[in-house]
């Protein structure tokens, strides 16, 4: 058994689990024949941000409620470089931004999948003082009924001891 190194070329947009192969490189055949093929299978490492889908990329893009409520532009960063995604008023939870030709170039053919960005509007659950009385006044504007100050550091003091 002889060990050896070769250099391999990796096409863009290969997936986890796919073979590559690399014809007259693998063990010597029966009396001389030529050698065999080497086959390897390729294992992509995750991406911190970006998951993918085929050849889409996912990512969960979580915006504060106030953004969401009355809109924003955000300096999204993808693959390619930054991109100026507009959030528009009233964005909920899960709406999605599909950014085309971003994702992974296609492994056969040209072109390339799409970047997806899918909202996740987040609601602070630590408030201060100022902050709280800000939100009971919005509410009472928009006439919505909300628990009691009270309620709410009740409800706090149950949960601790459930």
Same mark, same amino acid.
């Given at each position: @058994?002889?060990?050896?190194? +070769?250099?391999?070329?990796?096409?863009?947009?290969?997936?986890?689990?796919?073979?590559?192969?690399? @014809?007259?490189?693998?063990?010597?055949?029966?009396?001389?024949?030529?050698?065999?093929?080497?086959?390897?299978?390729?294992?992509?490492?995750? /991406?911190?941000?970006?998951?993918?889908?085929?050849?889409?990329?996912?990512?969960?893009? /979580?915006?504060?409620?106030?953004?969401?409520?009355?809109?924003? /532009?955000? #300096? +999204?960063?993808?693959?390619?470089?930054?991109? #100026?995604?507009?959030?528009?008023?009233?964005?909920?939870?899960?709406?999605?931004?599909?950014?085309?030709?971003?994702?992974?170039?296609?492994?056969?053919? !040209?072109?390339?999948?799409?970047?997806?960005?899918?909202?996740?509007?987040?609601?602070?659950?630590?408030?201060?003082?100022?902050?709280?009385?800000?939100?009971?006044?919005?509410?009472?504007?928009?006439?919505?009924?909300?628990?009691? !100050? #009270?309620?709410?550091?009740?409800?706090?003091?149950? @949960?601790?001891?459930?």
């Amino acid at each position: @058994s002889v060990e050896r190194t +070769y250099s391999v070329e990796v096409p863009p947009g290969i997936d986890d689990g796919q073979t590559l192969r690399l @014809s007259g490189r693998g063990a010597a055949g029966p009396r001389g024949g030529p050698s065999g093929d080497l086959n390897g299978n390729v294992r992509v490492r995750p /991406h911190p941000t970006f998951r993918r889908e085929g050849d889409d990329l996912v990512h969960e893009l /979580h915006v504060p409620f106030t953004q969401a409520a009355l809109g924003a /532009h955000i #300096d +999204y960063t993808t693959l390619d470089g930054p991109e #100026d995604l507009v959030i528009r008023r009233g964005t909920e939870t899960g709406t999605v931004f599909r950014l085309r030709g971003q994702g992974v170039p296609h492994v056969r053919g !040209r072109g390339r999948g799409d970047l997806l960005v899918r909202v996740v509007v987040d609601v602070p659950d630590d408030l201060d003082d100022e902050q709280e009385v800000l939100l009971r006044t919005l509410a009472d504007l928009r006439g919505e009924p909300v628990a009691d !100050r #009270d309620q709410s550091l009740l409800s706090k003091i149950k @949960s601790a001891f459930t």
